[in-house]
């Protein structure tokens, strides 16, 4: 009987460690999932040494950039539409769009996700804030096939972008990097097209934005000016351009960047921010399309999602206006507070605490919602 019982607890073990490194390469990921169309596919394949004016020059300076990123798109088979459960379904038509009495059709708001976060957190932000904001406003960043709340944006106006980046696993610093490339991309795109908008604003799939807040904020600043609204995360320190130490690993920051104006630089974190037009012009050698994975490469040690501050800041010597109001998942907003609720800008979804309201655990961003818009069918 003991060998019996160590042999069924050695096949549990091997079977469990077996399954989980298949998972984390990616072969068990996704495959229950129906693949269809997408509405829209981007490209940064084959771009990679592809256009001198976008390569990383040996000598590490960035050359200016004299053409746009030739990505690529692909129109989608109509008529295919991917069922979710029940629950997907009932919550798809709580969407109900709000109108604001101030005007924010000058800011580009630009929202990044994954398809394994399109249920749990696309779908809460599509029936909240995303109905208080214009759906040509607004892009989301994704990657895979359509399903059902992509196919209900793309209904509805919003623009749906699905990158084809490297997945080698279900994260990593260049698909990351690959998405923030076709991510800013599309900003320049809209500015060569014509479209005027003052303002771009990055938001991460879990936070909340209090749109009325928003407005407010970008009204109080110069968009002809450089002008970068965050809230400063890195506490008491600054990150050095040459060899500060952080979290037991050395990071060379701006070192390959002669043109920085700091070795020392902040930046606001990664889920939120915004950035002035005419800083995003400043910024376009170094963010748009396949300039920004060039940039990632040149500061090797930097996250995607903070990079763009780091250049603000680090190389072209721009500094970051602190907005407390900006609140992310690094911070711990007080239980209840509704006067505090109703003035933030932003908040993380999965750190809202309204126990009074009527929707509880990940759903209190409902209570949130409802807080600012009582007048929703749904909040009554």
Not at 48 to 75: D, H, I, K, M
Not at 171 to 181: F, H, P, V
Not at 183 to 190: M, N, T
Not at 269 to 292: D, T, V
Request: with cysteine; charged share 20%.
């Amino acid at each position: 009987k003991k060998r019996v019982f160590v042999a069924v607890v050695f096949v549990w073990v091997v079977g469990t460690v077996t399954t989980y490194y298949l998972y984390s390469r990616g072969h068990l990921q996704n495959v229950t999932n129906v693949k269809f169309p997408t509405a829209m596919r981007l490209s940064l394949k084959g771009l990679e040494n592809t256009s001198p004016t976008t390569s990383v020059p040996q000598t590490g300076q960035q050359q200016e950039l004299t053409s746009t990123s030739a990505l690529t798109t692909a129109q989608p088979t109509p008529g295919r539409t991917k069922i979710g459960s029940q629950e997907q379904e009932q919550r798809l038509v709580m969407a109900e769009r709000v109108e604001l009495a101030s005007d924010g059709s000058d800011i580009y708001i630009s929202v990044l996700t994954t398809p394994g976060y399109h249920d749990s957190r696309l779908s809460r932000q599509y029936i909240t804030w995303m109905q208080t904001v214009h759906p040509k406003q607004v892009q989301v960043v994704t990657e895979g096939g359509e399903d059902m709340w992509t196919e209900a944006l793309t209904r509805a106006g919003y623009q749906v972008v699905y990158c084809d980046c490297p997945r080698d696993s279900s994260k990593t610093q260049r698909m990351m990097c690959c998405k923030g490339g076709v991510q800013f991309d599309h900003w320049y795109q809209a500015r060569d097209a014509g479209a005027v908008y003052n303002w771009y604003c990055h938001f991460d799939d879990d936070i909340y934005v209090n749109t009325a807040a928003l407005i407010q904020l970008t009204q109080k600043y110069d968009h002809r000016q450089d002008q970068y609204l965050g809230k400063w995360k890195r506490l008491s320190e600054q990150i050095y351009g040459n060899s500060d130490r952080i979290s037991g690993w050395t990071a060379p920051g701006l070192y390959n960047y002669p043109e920085r104006k700091h070795d020392t630089y902040r930046y606001a974190n990664g889920p939120a921010y915004c950035i002035s037009a005419n800083l995003m012009n400043r910024l376009e050698k170094y963010l748009r399309g396949q300039n920004f994975v060039n940039s990632c490469n040149r500061a090797q040690a930097v996250m995607d999602d903070v990079l763009p501050g780091v250049i603000i800041e680090g190389v072209l010597g721009v500094e970051i206006t602190d907005i407390p109001e900006i609140t992310d998942q690094l911070d711990s907003p007080p239980n209840d507070d509704k006067s505090w609720y109703k003035h933030q800008i932003t908040v993380a979804t999965g750190k809202i605490l309204l126990s009074s309201g009527k929707y509880y655990g990940w759903d209190m961003v409902l209570s949130y919602h409802c807080l600012l818009y009582p007048g929703v069918s749904w909040c009554k």
